[in-house]
């Protein structure tokens, strides 16, 4: 992937290269994990953790040209990544149930197919989905895990109530995730729409990516008992002062 830098000023650049770094240290790291024996817990976590770098691949797509509220809410996806991890460190049975929670959403996709009353894919019958229906049901489908029980299992009750709350303001198109697109022409006192609106700040969100995916490869390295990466608790170190010091000057 060839990256160059945003536009902006020298600190800017600086906290880009720096999100950067830990996206290099992570794909290190995937490389690392190579071909292993393991529970599910395992298998589900390593697969969380390469779509987090996908994730974090787009984020830092995204900033770079200046799309920071679609930034944004490919964070969200990656704080539901760093749920369910921090979840399953704790319970790692849950990965079972996470696994087999997706046939229930399967299950409702196909009932909704045959009630549709429409024209079914070529190739495809309504028996043969009422035949599917039932091998699932059949098989049993677990209870459903809340986000909210995620985040309680994972001890980030707090940071989903909040963090996850405002970017998720941003993900559904509410009115404060649109605030920033308008704003008051100090002349005429008219309302005008300002194409290069956006609820967090570029430098905030460059920091909470990092903060997030350092979070990410802290928890795979713990549920599948390696060895922290080199440079890790130093690039950690360096991210909670960034964040410090654009919390401390009202940036976000």
């Not at 779509?51 to 679609?70: C, E, G, P, Q």
């Not at 944004?72 to 790692?92: D, W």
Request: proline share 4%; glycine share 6%; with cysteine.
């Amino acid at each position: 992937m060839n990256d160059s830098t945003p536009s902006g000023q020298q600190e800017s650049i600086a906290n880009f290269q720096h999100l950067l770094a830990i996206r290099d240290l992570c794909e290190d790291y995937n490389k690392a994990i190579g071909t292993r024996r393991s529970e599910i817990s395992g298998i589900w976590s390593a697969s969380l953790f390469l779509r987090s770098l996908a994730a974090l691949n787009s984020v830092i797509l995204l900033i770079k040209f200046r799309l920071n509220d679609d930034a944004a809410i490919i964070i969200r996806t990656m704080f539901e990544i760093e749920l369910q991890l921090g979840a399953i460190k704790e319970h790692p049975e849950l990965a079972t149930q996470l696994v087999q929670r997706t046939q229930a959403y399967r299950c409702g996709r196909l009932k909704a197919f045959i009630e549709g009353k429409r024209e079914m894919p070529e190739g495809i019958t309504k028996e043969a989905m009422a035949e599917q229906i039932g091998q699932i049901r059949a098989a049993g489908i677990p209870s459903d895990v809340k986000k909210s029980e995620l985040a309680k299992k994972a001890g980030l009750l707090y940071e989903y109530q909040t963090l996850y709350s405002l970017l998720s303001d941003v993900a559904h198109v509410s009115p404060m995730g649109l605030a920033h697109y308008l704003e008051k022409d100090a002349t005429s006192g008219k309302i005008r729409l300002n194409p290069n609106g956006s609820l967090l700040c570029p430098e905030y969100l460059m920091a909470l990516a990092a903060a997030t995916q350092l979070n990410i490869l802290d928890l795979i390295v713990g549920i599948l008992r390696d060895t922290p990466p080199p440079r890790a608790e130093e690039l950690r170190r360096l991210n909670g002062s960034i964040l410090h010091r654009i919390k401390t000057e009202a940036r976000i």
